[in-house]
């Protein structure tokens, strides 16, 4: 009977969870325009300091070992705060995009698609990067951990330009010439 | 009211199955067959089967043994279909999108892998009839479908969720009304399959799914073959603003070199 009651407990669980989406997914189409206003901005300056290997540089020369681990993980804790927004802000562009996926115009229909598909990317990468970042804060001394974060930030930012791009495709495109 | 034999028992073994025979046809009628390949399949099939589960039932000349082998039967043809229906969903929701077809190939067979796992360390810890060994077997069958079908659905739900990838209206009744036959499904013959339950408790769980399968063919009646009402959204504005700033820091980052300690 153990074996019933867990199996009970899982479909019970996931038929709520389906429900839930059911619902919320009625929601959101009658919602709609507010989608917008669902985005946080992201706070550049503080994102710059927090991922300055400068200041990590400074950091670790001046701070003892034990307390600079500490320091480290704070530093990728607050890292973690602004990938999560990047994140979200990308979920919103996905449903602005797919609300453009209905236009009659062939242009945007274009546009939106691949608006969807870069945010959509922004979105796994940011996931991607999350999981690396809190591998990171098990291990702040592991030298593993770093590489793979820049990786994914690397992605972050090639989907991020192809958005600005689509955004604006009569500015200039980025492309990292230092890279 | 609530026992076997009685009218609402006869309604709802009978009823559903012909209404998912006449969804199966206007799914023809109007052309859809050809985007729902393994839902057309399965509406004509899985009826076809469960109705002639009923006339074995009825036919005092069949035998319970032969009986449970038509019930046997049906299962190993509904099986395959349902995971074929599963697959037709999980590649009309991720299909389309370039970005996650790789990563959603890669969620799916995980989680396939790991339902396959779980259902069978389940069906080995359950009890097996060693006298009526073919019913403990169709009900051990039973929950190892639903748990696989149930976990796939809801994998498939929990990424497009994640994702917010939205699902047109045919295709997301469809997996609704799978997913919500599924979880129902899965408790029942868990409990079932693992309960020395009371004839009368019986009864009622086959009541329970018999309900929860009218839903869901009334859920894919609806999703299906009711129009949605067309309401004229303005365009969302797209916050350039935003994007150039994301832009412009992760640029940035590209560039910088994490401290190693």
């Not at chain 2, 050809?34 to 076809?48: G, K």
Request: net charge positive.
């Amino acid at each position: 009977m153990t074996l019933a009651f867990i199996l009970v407990i899982a479909a019970a669980l996931a038929l709520v969870f389906i429900l839930s989406v059911t619902l919320s997914r009625n929601q959101q189409i009658s919602r709609g325009v507010g989608l917008a206003a669902q985005i946080q901005p992201i706070d550049v300056e503080a994102f710059r300091t927090l991922v300055d290997p400068l200041e990590d540089d400074y950091l670790r020369r001046r701070l003892p070992a034990a307390e600079f681990r500490l320091v480290r993980r704070e530093r990728l804790r607050a890292t973690a705060a602004y990938v999560r927004t990047a994140g979200r802000n990308a979920a919103v562009l996905v449903s602005m995009g797919q609300s453009a996926l209905s236009a009659n115009d062939a242009q945007t229909v274009d546009a939106a698609r691949q608006l969807v598909d870069n945010a959509l990317l922004l979105r796994r990468n940011a996931a991607l990067a999350l999981i690396r970042i809190y591998v990171a804060l098990a291990w702040p001394n592991s030298v593993m951990a770093v590489a793979p974060i820049l990786h994914g930030y690397e992605q972050l930012s090639g989907s991020a330009m192809l958005l600005g791009r689509l955004q604006n495709p009569t500015a200039p495109v980025r492309i990292s010439a230092t890279l | 009211m609530l026992r076997a034999h009685s009218f609402l028992w006869h309604y709802l073994w009978v009823a559903p199955n012909v209404l998912l025979l006449f969804v199966g046809l206007l799914i023809w009628k109007r052309g859809l067959r050809m985007r729902f390949p393994a839902f057309f399949a399965f509406a004509f099939l899985s009826a076809i089967a469960h109705l002639a589960l009923y006339a074995a039932d009825e036919m005092p000349s069949i035998t319970a043994e032969n009986f449970w082998r038509i019930d046997w039967a049906g299962l190993l043809i509904e099986g395959p279909l349902k995971f074929a229906l599963v697959g037709e969903i999980f590649a009309q929701v991720f299909g389309s999108y370039a970005s996650l077809a790789r990563l959603g190939k890669f969620l799916i067979r995980s989680a396939g892998v790991a339902l396959v796992l779980a259902a069978a360390i389940a069906a080995a810890y359950t009890p097996k009839d060693g006298v009526f060994g073919i019913i403990s077997g169709a009900h051990l069958l039973e929950q190892t479908i639903y748990l696989i079908e149930a976990g796939l659905l809801a994998a498939i739900f929990i990424a497009s969720s994640y994702f917010r990838l939205s699902i047109d209206r045919p295709l997301f009744g469809i997996a609704l009304g799978l997913s919500i036959s599924a979880c129902v499904h899965l408790a029942t013959w868990a409990v079932i399959a693992n309960g020395g339950w009371a004839n009368s408790t019986r009864a009622r769980l086959d009541f329970l799914n018999m309900a929860t399968y009218h839903v869901c063919v009334l859920i894919w009646f609806y999703y299906l073959l009711v129009p949605a009402r067309v309401s004229q959204k303005p365009a969302v504005p797209l916050p350039e603003n935003d994007l150039d700033l994301w832009n412009r820091e992760l640029e940035r980052l590209v560039h910088q070199r994490l401290p190693q300690p």
